[in-house]
């Protein structure tokens, strides 16, 4: 394939593109993207990584060539072991294991659960007070984390508070600043994350050594430690603990917090949301029998997902050299699949800057245009509890209470390991 690399943007002597990619990731990927195509080269440092923004592309390194595209070292840093970061026969072991938790019918029996816990929330809340929509919604996911998949209740265990922001913490590593730097460089974001590390590991293992007696994931992965072939190494239960925790609780976190926000920001279809609840479960407690037909609700929850997706980039790691979009990229590249960019892409979504749930109507979008969980054999575990977690959470919450946006102007977004916001998104709560 030779030296047919992809073009790259201006940059500084030595520095490359990395400073200014620092300064802002997402404006500066969307002007690279605009300006040069769906194919890009950073130069970082006299490192190279490669931006990726088209659906065929996507397809090419999650699906028919995913062979060649592994998950980053950076991965294994935050997560080990676990699901989340191994490849190969290693990852379909795991996935075996874990497979019966995300079952549709087991989901739909945790629903009274994260009912519960929804109305723990809407307790605890004001009318008239302001609150942190990304606090309160990670604090909500979390408790149903726990009461769901880790069979404990949120109201008699110790520990929450720190296990929960060591786990926000993992997101450290990733802070603009870091990312542009070689792995090496101990940058305060990195410090924190390593402190963040050693704190969901202790919190883990205690969690692990108590006495399980469930049926729960947590009581499995306990009974699997020691078990004849598995895991294959002595970290590799706790690792997946530790990727349970944070992928089961920051991102639908994320997606009810920007779902908040445009509900607040889009009155018109705030308004239709609560009809549907009205219709729909009424005063009846929200059940499986419900969820179905709310389908605005969930068009809604697609269109933020859309907007503002909490996995903006998927990274991966090129197991040899390879063509894309008629660029060699070399084996051993670091590539971003820029979720982000193609989703606000106006070559596959009409008006892509407007929220528009009714675009979910038409199916249009076309194939790997749209992978808010990743697409191919290695989509998100969690897609369906996430989405029956979500539908659930806001309809119990939505009977209630509006949240009303009380920041000034846009939200602003910073790129960590997840699509973080800047500050703590504050929301006033009104009665209905």
Request: hydrophobic content about 35%; overall charge negative; glycine content about 8%.
């Amino acid at each position: 394939m030779g030296d047919n690399g992809p073009p790259t943007p201006g940059g500084l002597p030595v520095l490359g593109n990395t400073v200014a990619f620092a300064r802002d990731p997402f404006s500066f990927i969307d002007s690279a993207v605009t300006t040069h195509g769906d194919v890009i080269r950073l130069s970082m440092l006299g490192r190279d990584r490669y931006i990726v923004a088209h659906p065929d592309l996507f397809e090419r390194a999650l699906v028919t060539d995913r062979d060649a595209f592994v998950k980053t070292e950076d991965f294994r840093l935050a997560f080990g072991d676990s699901v989340l970061a191994v490849d190969g026969d290693e990852w379909r072991e795991q996935r075996d294991l874990l497979d019966p938790f995300f079952f549709f019918r087991q989901i739909t029996d945790y629903i009274p659960k994260m009912r519960k816990q929804a109305d723990r929330r809407a307790e605890s809340w004001t009318p008239g007070q302001t609150y942190s929509a990304v606090e309160e919604m990670k604090g909500l996911t979390f408790d149903i984390l726990g009461s769901t998949l880790l069979g404990q209740d949120p109201g008699k265990r110790s520990g929450d508070d720190s296990l929960r922001r060591a786990a926000d913490d993992l997101n450290a590593y990733f802070a603009p600043t870091s990312w542009a730097l070689p792995g090496s460089l101990p940058t305060p974001s990195r410090r924190r994350f390593n402190r963040a590390v050693t704190t969901l590991r202790e919190e883990v293992d205690r969690l692990l050594a108590a006495d399980h007696s469930g049926d729960d994931l947590l009581s499995v992965l306990a009974e699997a430690r020691g078990k004849e072939g598995y895991p294959r190494s002595e970290t590799a239960v706790s690792d997946q603990l530790v990727g349970i925790i944070f992928a089961g609780h920051e991102t639908t976190a994320l997606a009810l917090t920007y779902t908040w926000y445009l509900l607040s920001e889009h009155p018109s279809v705030r308004e239709r949301v609560e009809n549907e609840i009205d219709e729909v479960v009424g005063d009846d407690p929200v059940g499986a029998e419900h969820l179905s037909d709310l389908t605005f609700l969930e068009r809604v929850i697609q269109e933020s997902l859309r907007v503002y997706p909490p996995i903006h980039t998927l990274p991966r790691t090129t197991t040899r050299e390879i063509e894309l979009g008629g660029y060699s990229i070399p084996e051993e590249s670091e590539v971003l699949l820029s979720v982000r960019n193609v989703h606000r892409d106006e070559r596959f979504f009409e008006q892509p800057d407007q929220f528009d749930p009714d675009r979910w109507e038409r199916n249009d979008v076309p194939e790997y245009a749209y992978v808010p969980f990743g697409a191919g054999p290695r989509r998100c575990i969690g897609q369906s509890f996430a989405m029956i977690e979500a539908k659930t959470a806001l309809t119990e919450l939505m009977k209630r209470y509006r949240l009303e946006w009380a920041g000034n102007g846009e939200l602003d977004l910073s790129p960590q390991m997840t699509t973080q916001p800047r500050g703590d998104v504050p929301m006033i709560v009104r009665e209905r």
